[in-house]
Every structure is written in structure tokens, then in C-alpha cells.
């Protein structure tokens, strides 16, 4: 992949996630995984746009910054109580990459300063670092990992917000990723290791009440092997294992509750190219979580997931997509049991990516996802539309519209809601 393209993707990535206070640490592949025929219209590269950078010897520094003014319909994601307003959001980012014959090295850092025009009370300042590389051993054999650290908000949608708190909650992660591949011959072997840990703020509610975030601060630890087999070049039936520990600081939470758990998932599946425009990966298989305390559902189900790409015409590009995971929540604050700590979560998702003109790109996407919460008979489901026009100026400059739809829907009172983001921005980079 061009470094420009490493530089894009990180982009793509801090830029769906500022919302959703979720950052991602990147990993990098092998240069031979980029292919043409698998890449959507926005993967494809745009040398006439893309950003110069400035070469620090065996490295180019590429610095970018965004603006964007929004208006949201409903700040707090509230049911009763909706409150609009305009923020605006300043997004400056720089990366730092290698550029050597083989292996690499890459540092990248963003940051989010949100302010309210109104609800100053949810104000923020995000920002995150990473450093991710690839050593490469032999031809078809490399080692990659990654590092980071994220100071972030939980975003006012979380099962997690508390209605009446007064500011979003805000948390720091740091994360470690380590992955060994060996793909020399029709048969490869994948061995994956991370780690995380998350670290919450307390806060309070507006009628003074404190809310012990940090009962949510752990260590999670993760991994397992993936074995391949090439059906023909390029395409793989693979068969993965994945286990996890979730280590609570606290033994015992501050309503008496053991929250640490493991658990694991087995799948088996395939990547696939039903034609040369349609590609694809699919995967089933089986996940379970046991929690260290008798009074928690533990969690056993059926696990899926996959993705497709169809390249309808050179200038149109369709993605699905399906996932289910199982997710942490506290929700001690919205519940009279005290004894929810989890949710299986199923996602479903389709997105169209149409070159209108070389330097003109729209965007439409529609997703779906369903909660279900173990220890109570709470479900949630959330629809939410996405609409975007991006405006290549030149290499520098670049200028884009944003509208956001979400309803959630609820069989428990009061956390039903329907919002509405619309946004426009300018984005500068060298």
C-alpha cells in the first residue's frame, strides 16, 4: 500500500470513530495484501490528491488538520428531554512513516477539541498515539505489532451513560498488539496476542449523585491461532480460536459484584469470489463468556461475521457486513438488580461509495444493531442512516457534508431516542 494510502486508511478510521470515543490501533499487512480487484472506491488510490509529505530522512512526516461545525438534534441522546445545539470540532493529526525496501516503522497521533455553543457541559479534548511496524523475516513471513494510548468520551448513545450525568464520561485505554504470520505455501499459520486496559473517570449526576466509573477499570487480555489453507491464490478457508480474560481492578465492585470473566470463540470460514467484482469473507462458529460471579448471565451463542465487496461498476462500489460480539456495559445506574454487566451484540450493515466525478465522492450507508442485555430482559435496537459528500480540492485541501440519522428503540422506558448530526467541514493537509 503507498504511504499516502496507510496515511488515508488511518484517517478513515479516527474519523468514523471521533463520535463514538472508540479508537482503533491499526496493524499493518504484508505490501502484497493490497490487491486492485479487492479494493472499493475509496480504497483506490488518487495520486493527483493525495498529500505530498515531507521526507525526515528514512521517513515522510504528512501533517493534516480538520474542521467541522455540526448540528446535533439531541445532545444528550435523550428520550424526554431533547436539547439541540451546534459544536465545532477541530481535528489535527500527523503521521510519521517509513519508508524502507522491506519492513516498517509508523507513528501517528490525532486529537479531537470539541466545544458547545450551548451544552458546554459536554466539552471535550480527545486525543490518541500509536506506533505500529511490520519486521519481515522471510518472503511470506512477519511479525507486526502495535502499540497506543486514547484519552476518549463515552459517547451520550452508550448503554453505559447515565440519563441526568453531567458530562460524558471520559476514559483512557492503552492497548498492545503482537502478530506472527507465516504464509509460505497453501498452508498459513496466524498467531495473534493483545492486550488493553481501560481506565474510567467518575463523574456525577445533576442532582449531585457520584457514579463510580472506575467499578469499570480492567485489563483485558486476548488471543489465539488462525490456520489458513489457499484454495487458490489470494483466497483462504481458515479456522480461528480466540480467548479472552477480563480482570476487574476490583475483585468486588461497589454493589458487592465480581465483574471478571473469560471466555472464547471458535469459527471457521472462508474468503470467497463469486465473480471477479465480487469478493468477500465468511465465517461461523461458536462464543461463550463465564463470569466469575454466580449472580451474572454468562453468555453462550452462536457466532458469525463476514464481509462483501461488490465493485458494480468502476465507479460505484456496494459493502455488507455482519458481526456479533460480546460486549461490556455498566448499567448499575439505569437498573434495580445491579447484575448487568454484559450484552450480545449483532450488527448489520450496507454502504454504497459512488465517484461522481474523479474528485467528487458520495457516500450512503444504512446499519442495524441489536443489544441484547444478560441479566435483564432489556433489548435495544438501533437503526441509523449515514449520508457524505467529500470535495477534493487538491492535494491539499479538501472540503465535505455529513448527515447522521439514529433512532433507538427499547422494550424499557426511557431510553428510547431519535437524533440527527449534520456537518460540514474543510480539511487541510500537506
Partial sequence: MPKWGIVLVAGLALAASDRAAVAQIIGLEPPEATVPERQSVLQRPRPDYSPVGARIG??????????????????????????????????PAASLLSDWGSSALNFLANGEVRRYASEVGDNQTN?????????????????????????????????????????????????????????RGIVGLQANAGIDYFSYDNTVTNSGGLLRESDRNRIQVHGGPRVTYEIVPGYHAFIAGDANNRI?????????????????EVDVGTAFQI???????????????????????????????????????Q???????????????????????????????????????????????LTAGAGFTSQDFRGTTRTDNIAQGDLGLTYLLNRMWSAGLDATYQSRTS????????????????????
Avoid at 480538520?66 to 470540532?89: C, M
Avoid at 461461523?284 to 458494480?312: C, E, K, M
Avoid at 457486513?321 to 449483532?346: H, P, Y
Fill in 58 to 91: 528514512d521517513f515522510f512526516f504528512y501533517p493534516s488538520g480538520e474542521l467541522e461545525e455540526l448540528w446535533d438534534s439531541n445532545v444528550f441522546a435523550s428520550h424526554s428531554s431533547e436539547k439541540s445545539d451546534f459544536y465545532t470540532s477541530l481535528r
Fill in 127 to 183: 486525543y490518541s498515539f500509536v506506533t505500529n511496524g511490520r519486521l519481515d523475516i522471510l518472503h511470506g513471513e512477519y511479525l507486526s505489532g502495535a502499540m497506543g494510548f486514547q484519552n476518549a468520551h463515552e459517547a451520550r448513545e452508550s448503554p453505559s451513560s447515565v440519563p441526568g450525568q453531567i458530562h460524558p464520561t471520559e476514559y483512557q485505554q492503552s492497548s498492545g498488539r503482537l502478530k506472527f504470520v507465516r504464509e
Fill in 248 to 264: 476487574y481492578q476490583s475483585t468486588f465492585d461497589s454493589n458487592g459484584i465480581k465483574r471478571s470473566s473469560h471466555g472464547f
Fill in 275 to 313: 465473480t471477479p467484482l465480487i469478493t468477500g469473507e465468511a465465517f461461523i462458529g461458536y462464543l461463550q463468556q463465564n463470569y466469575d460471579d454466580a449472580r451474572l448471565s454468562n453468555i453462550h451463542s452462536p457466532g458469525f461475521g463476514g464481509n462483501l465487496l461488490w465493485n458494480v461498476t
Fill in 315 to 361: 465507479s460505484t462500489s456496494v459493502r455488507a457486513k455482519v458481526s456479533r460480539t460480546v460486549e461490556e456495559v455498566d448499567l448499575f445506574g439505569t437498573t434495580a438488580t445491579g447484575t448487568v454487566t454484559s450484552f450480545l451484540q449483532t450488527q448489520v450493515g450496507v454502504s454504497v461509495e459512488q465517484e461522481v466525478l474523479r474528485n467528487v465522492l
Fill in 411 to 430: 422494550n424499557v422506558s426511557g431510553v428510547s431516542y431519535n437524533r440527527a448530526l449534520i456537518g460540514a467541514k474543510v480539511r487541510l493537509q500537506y
